[in-house]
């Protein structure tokens, strides 16, 4: 049975640092074909993709907020860990990790989300 | 960047209807579209992956067809758990993937 589950801080300041760490099971991210991603969605609004890790410990972020993320993984202990730099209030959303199958290009299984807020 | 557009960003439907979803993107994009449902306060869930493909454990009440730019989910007889939100997704420039804005989808 896959599972994963988001944790990390409900309220940060704005120009402070995120770090998010995604604690799955029920797969191995050191098997081929697997990837962990982070996708956050905003209260009322869409999804966006932010960042991906793969099996093979490639790494990959949306162009827009590259300079800003950092994605890692310890395959030891089944964790992925995202961090966000200089935190600002239109980044309040649901984030959520999720993992991805390279072959089938989707996203099969997602942890619940952890709400972000930016806030003074 | 490739955009994605889904129509209707909502509807509104009876218990029984049938029921379809468009999504279009910006450029070809083969087959490489997934349709995710998501109801208030839950995480997506993968219903199709590659246009037409029923992920394990979706009625088979849903189906997805398209290729190229167009593309459609349909629900053939909808349940009372299916009023959710609808998402599609463009996976052909992964990693870099981008989603529809959403369909609403709402009891009459």
């Known amino acids: 049975q896959v599972t994963l589950r988001e944790s990390g801080p409900a309220l940060v300041k704005p120009t402070q640092t995120l770090t998010l760490t995604c604690t799955f099971s029920?797969?191995?991210?050191?098997?081929?074909?697997?990837?962990v991603s982070w996708i956050r969605q905003p209260p009322g609004k869409a999804l966006e993709w932010l960042a991906r890790i793969d099996w093979d410990d490639d790494k990959y972020y949306t162009t827009s907020l590259q300079t800003r993320l950092t994605i890692s993984k310890d395959t030891s202990k089944n964790q992925v860990v995202l961090t966000m730099t200089n935190m600002d209030p239109v980044d309040t959303a649901t984030y959520y990790c999720?993992?991805?199958?390279?072959?089938?290009?989707?996203?099969?299984?997602w942890g619940q989300g952890t709400l972000v807020t930016v806030s003074s | 960047d490739i955009q994605m557009t889904q129509s209707p960003s909502s509807l509104s439907a009876s218990v029984g209807d049938r029921v379809t979803i468009t999504c279009r993107a910006s450029?070809?994009?083969?087959?490489?579209l997934n349709w995710y449902q998501q109801k208030p306060g839950k995480a997506p869930k993968l219903l199709i992956y590659?246009?037409?493909s029923l992920q394990s454990g979706v009625p088979s009440r849903f189906s997805g067809s398209g290729s190229g730019t167009d593309f459609t989910l349909t629900i053939s007889s909808l349940q009372p758990e299916d009023f959710a939100t609808y998402y599609c997704q463009q996976s052909y420039t992964a990693p870099q993937v981008t989603f529809g804005q959403g369909t609403r989808l709402e009891i009459k």
């Open positions: 590659a246009a037409s």
């Open positions: 450029q070809s994009i083969s087959n490489y």
């Open positions: 999720a993992r991805t199958r390279i072959s089938a290009a989707a996203t099969d299984y």
């Open positions: 029920g797969f191995s991210l050191s098997t081929s074909d697997m990837c």
